[in-house]
């Protein structure tokens, strides 16, 4: 199997080398670039086409949030998938990243194992978030007031099948569990998910979760333990 290839972004050289070191001795990883802004990430990541991209969300120039949605978008990267680091108390982007494409947050002060696991999570399709993370996505939705215009009529593609298992996903159940929930195979379950994703047009279980909150599937409060169970 060819190993996942990372690209660092960040605008502090210690901390580059920091990531750099601690990444290095897993042999199933391959660091194929460095950016020190948000510019020089988009530009290497579609020189590189690494697989995912541990992205620093304060930088000079273009920020993390912004190079985000770049590589996330139409005219991206396709299949890379975005770790955005942060201090967490500092930042005020973790909706706005997530929307944008992130399949997740990383705070900077984890230990070094946590980092190596998180890229490999990301990399195998997961999405990764800090239960503190989890609690300020619930904490957006319960400010916001009404469901997002248009969001609940993209359910109306979905088969009841589909939707089953999209109530059950966005609750934290993991596919095995759906699976024996709702007497199907696993493989069955996750060909749900792949629909899920192509029908709603999100990359992973984070968005997902963000799309049944603004179509009012979810209410804040409800998805909270089961969220933190599994992060």
Do not use: W
């Not at 194929?32 to 995912?52: F, I, K, M, N, Y």
């Amino acid at each position: 199997m060819e190993p996942v290839r990372v690209l660092i972004a960040d605008d502090q050289p210690l901390v580059r080398e920091g990531l750099r070191a601690t990444l290095a001795p897993a042999q199933d990883l391959r660091i194929v670039g460095e950016a020190c802004d948000g510019l020089e990430a988009v530009r290497l990541a579609h020189a590189t086409r690494p697989g995912v991209v541990l992205m620093d969300i304060r930088m000079p120039g273009l920020d993390g949030l912004e190079a985000t949605e770049r590589l996330c978008g139409p005219d991206g990267v396709p299949g890379v998938r975005i770790i955005m680091l942060t201090m967490f108390d500092q930042d005020e982007h973790v909706f706005g990243a997530l929307r944008a494409g992130a399949s997740g947050f990383l705070l900077k002060d984890v230990p070094a194992e946590k980092i190596v696991e998180a890229v490999r999570v990301v990399a195998a399709g997961d999405a990764l978030l800090a239960p503190a993370v989890t609690r300020r996505l619930i904490a957006e939705f319960a400010r916001r007031p009404t469901v997002t215009p248009g969001a609940a009529s993209a359910l109306d593609g979905l088969t009841a099948r589909e939707t089953d298992v999209f109530k059950l996903l966005v609750r934290g159940y993991g596919n095995e569990e759906i699976a024996r929930m709702l007497s199907l195979g696993e493989s069955t379950v996750k060909s749900h998910v792949q629909h899920l994703y192509q029908k709603l047009g999100v990359r992973d279980r984070v968005q997902l979760v963000i799309h049944a909150y603004e179509c009012g599937l979810l209410r804040p409060g409800v998805a909270a333990a089961s969220a933190e169970r599994r992060n």
